[in-house]
């Protein structure tokens, strides 16, 4: 694979991160509105889907890694540490949001 192709794949791989980061942000945001407003249900599922999300990024994460792994190495770029930091805060705000919905739902 030459460097542009591999510089493709990398910016494929760092949308794909991105795209689902971005999704999973979204439902965590509508499941905390939900729990807020009391509706204990709807927020579950939606963290359930923010969750395969997450696992989808993930696993365009883990192409790239399995790649290093065989030696195949690609040159870091802003748009792929910008999908990793994505990633990082979404998944941290995750486990925060369930820790608040569990807390709403204690307290309703």
């Known amino acids: 694979m030459n460097d542009i192709e591999k510089q493709n ?3 494929e791989i760092a949308m794909q991160i991105i795209l689902h980061s971005g999704n999973a942000r979204k439902l965590i945001d ?7 407003a009391g509706d204990f249900e709807s ?26 792994a065989r030696g195949e190495t690609h040159q870091p ?17 995750m486990a925060i949001t369930k820790r608040l919905i569990e807390i709403l739902e204690i307290k309703k």
Do not use: C, Y
């Not at 923010?50 to 990024?57: D, G, H, L, M, T």
């Not at 770029?77 to 705000?93: G, K, P, R």
């Open 9 to 11: 794949e990398l910016a």
């Open 30 to 36: 509508e499941a905390f509105k939900e729990a807020k």
């Open 43 to 68: 927020p579950k599922a939606k963290m359930d889907e923010a969750n395969a999300e997450i696992v989808e990024a993930h696993r365009a994460q883990t192409k790239l890694i399995q790649a290093e």
């Open 77 to 93: 770029t802003i748009l792929f540490n910008h999908a990793q930091d994505n990633l990082m805060i979404v998944a941290s705000e």
